[in-house]
């Protein structure tokens, strides 16, 4: 694949700017520091950096942080009796581990579920057309992109793969959307079904749009967090770094897509129904008889 300052600039800013490394590197810096002349700021550092821990541990920020995005496009309750295709996105493979060890055989059921909504949806709409975006910023094993390592999963598991359309070029949501276009050419009057994480969704349903890309319904799947659980305090450091992590990333990709001109809003919304304003401020209330 040709090399793209750009992707490799966004990977390296991660690398720097992920939840843990960041924090780490405070604290690595803060005890560094102790050790010289200036270990007042030093001591400042490894304090702050030992608060912070303890702050993310015991609250649940990133969960906070992420509920409003995973709740912009809610679950397709009812699917529509006619869809014309079925798109889901990659990210569904871990380039290391696959390159190591080859394609584990439970790939399905220990935690695909972009993957298990696409099979079950391409079983209810065989009619459909079925379509899997992803190839890498990397090759697996220098070869494979994650599209050749998904269509192999389904033949393992005795799908039709000669049924289902594979892009495998894209490096990023918005490649997945121009190249699936350019190859899929949808007619403006059909209905497609866009699989992704809830977490990815509004950034996902932004960048089709403007993209191109017709008629889109959100299938958003792997909800991360529960509109019915309240947050709770408890001290698990990892777990919520992780939620932290996931938050930070998609406020990040918004932003850097709206910058880009990727998406026309900061934070995509789902559509009016046909007949209905396009905002989502609320109605004024009606003035009282009093």
Known sequence: MPFDIQLSLSKLFWLVAEPASL?????????LILWSRWWRLGRALVCFSAALTVAIAIYPIGQIALRPIEDRFPPLVSPPPRVDGILVL??????????????????????????????ELARRYPAAKHVFTGGSIELIDGKDTEADVVRRIFARIGLDTTRIIFEDQSRNTWENARLTLDLIKPEPEETWLLITSARHMPRAMGTFRKAGWPHLLAYPIDFATDPNQPFDSAFRL??????????????????YYYKLGRIDRLFPEPLPAPGEPETTEPAEAPASDS
């Open 90 to 119: 990659g990210g569904v493979i871990d380039y290391y581990v696959i390159g190591k060890r080859g394609v584990p055989s439970s790939l399905l059921a220990a935690g695909s579920p972009r993957l298990d909504a696409f099979i």
């Open 23 to 31: 924090l780490l590197s405070v604290w690595v810096a803060g005890c």
């Open 238 to 255: 990892g777990h919520n770094l992780n939620f932290l992590s996931e938050a930070i990333r998609e406020y990040v990709g918004l932003a």
